[in-house]
């Protein structure tokens, strides 16, 4: 009799629909010993102000510049920028069809969340996770509407195994004159989806009554009897482990109870939930194993806003969502490598996304830190 299929544990290929691409899920692989590389513990015993860091209030910045005393949120043009501003000279002639130079402007901008040095995102009060998101919202529309620019990318590298080069909590902009890769691909295949009807959906739709790709994932997830890889849940905001996820506590967020271009979208609801599911998921991750817990997180939305939110085009097919990509795999020390086969062959993860959003799940929302101090959300 042949052997029945158990996708949690035998091998299997999962397909990417926002990338096109697919992973390998090795769940049998969960067992093998690692005597691989192993990280430093992340620092726990930060003080709430550093006079050596260059972020925290009233400081000189590596450049010259100083930090301003700031009581909340503060936000500067980064001192060494990755792109420069608009316009850019021509490219030479190119020497060969193979050899194309294509110029890229635009800005960097740094936005600190917290005076606290020690103080991350899951460690901030709700209002001040509120007072980040309407600093995105405001840095968004402003990079957004400066001539020539074609996307604003909202992230933060949190911890130096992401490589965060300042442990003083702050995220990233950065503007450009072209549209990246990975968000122009994503949009490439979300509107091809919406050319597609999908007579049997019940999931919110996109601009024009158009199918909506998230859109459609989502309602999925928390709907389709049997799926395991929701995380939390609240009003407006869904964080899962997604069905294709390639880190092994990768988590997707998203808006599920209607179609959400980008942040310049929201309501006040859904920035307090907003703010809320952050909180939650952030928490959990640095309850995992109890640690600063290291990722990268983006914001994928349409790549520059409208004058207003009323206003539509063909971009709005974009659905607002975050992508968290940690490293850690086993522990607070032990990471996973982008290395080998990743690298020359297609992704591939052991644990299965079912089994990462389990462990996510029971952990608690109080955080590690405060749940001895009797701290209350």
């Known amino acids: 009799m042949a052997e029945v299929f158990d996708p949690s544990t035998h091998p299997h290929r999962r397909y990417n629909p926002l990338t096109n691409e697919h992973v390998i899920v090795s769940p049998h692989r969960n067992k093998r010993p690692w005597l691989g590389q192993v990280e430093p513990p992340q620092?726990?015993?930060?003080?709430?102000?550093?006079?050596?860091?260059y972020l925290c209030p009233g400081n000189t910045r590596a450049g010259g510049k100083k930090t301003e005393v700031?009581?909340?949120?503060?936000?500067?043009?980064?001192?060494?920028?990755?792109?420069l501003p608009p316009p850019m000279p021509n490219a030479p002639a190119e020497p060969h069809h193979l050899l194309t130079t294509e110029p890229v402007g635009g800005g960097c901008d740094v936005l600190i969340f917290h005076p606290r040095h020690d103080l991350t995102i899951p460690r901030l009060p709700l209002g001040a996770v509120e007072r980040i998101i309407e600093e995105w919202i405001k840095i968004y529309l402003k990079r957004g509407s400066e001539d020539g620019i074609k996307h604003v990318q909202i992230f933060e590298n949190k911890g130096a195994m992401m490589g965060c080069s300042n442990p003083h909590p702050h995220g990233q902009i950065w503007s450009?004159?072209?549209?990246?890769?990975?968000?122009?691909r994503e949009i490439v295949n979300l509107v091809n989806y919406s050319n597609v009807e999908h007579p049997d959906s019940s999931a919110p739709r996109g601009p024009h009554g158009k199918p909506c790709l998230l859109c459609e994932y989502a309602h999925t997830e928390i709907n389709i009897e049997g799926t395991d890889r929701v995380v939390v849940k609240n009003d407006h905001w869904v964080a899962l482990v997604p069905?294709?996820?390639?880190?092994?506590?990768?988590?997707?967020?998203?808006?599920?109870?209607?179609?959400?271009?980008?942040?310049f979208h929201l309501t006040p609801d859904?920035?307090?939930?907003?703010?809320?599911?952050?909180?939650?998921v952030t928490k959990r991750y640095d309850n995992l194993f109890s640690c600063s817990f290291a990722y990268s997180m983006?914001?994928?939305?349409?790549?520059?806003?409208l004058s207003s939110p009323e206003d539509t085009d063909e971009d709005d097919i974009a659905h607002l969502h975050l992508h968290f990509s940690p490293p850690l795999l086993r522990s607070a020390t032990v990471k996973k490598f982008m290395a080998g086969?990743?690298?020359?062959?297609?992704?591939?993860?052991?644990?299965?996304?079912e089994q990462a959003a389990q462990r996510l799940r029971e952990c608690s929302e109080i955080h590690y830190m405060d749940a001895n101090t009797g701290a209350k959300e």
């Not at 620092?43 to 860091?53: E, H, M, R, V």
């Open 270 to 280: 859904e920035k307090v939930s907003f703010a809320d599911i952050l909180s939650k």
């Open 298 to 305: 983006g914001i994928h939305q349409r790549p520059i806003p």
């Open 176 to 184: 450009f004159t072209t549209v990246p890769t990975i968000p122009a």
């Open 70 to 83: 700031y009581e909340h949120t503060y936000i500067f043009e980064n001192d060494y920028a990755a792109v």
């Open 341 to 353: 086969i990743e690298l020359m062959a297609e992704s591939q993860r052991d644990i299965t996304p």
């Open 243 to 263: 069905w294709w996820a390639y880190w092994p506590f990768e988590i997707l967020l998203l808006p599920y109870r209607r179609h959400i271009p980008s942040i």
């Open 43 to 53: 620092s726990q015993d930060l003080p709430s102000y550093d006079p050596a860091c």
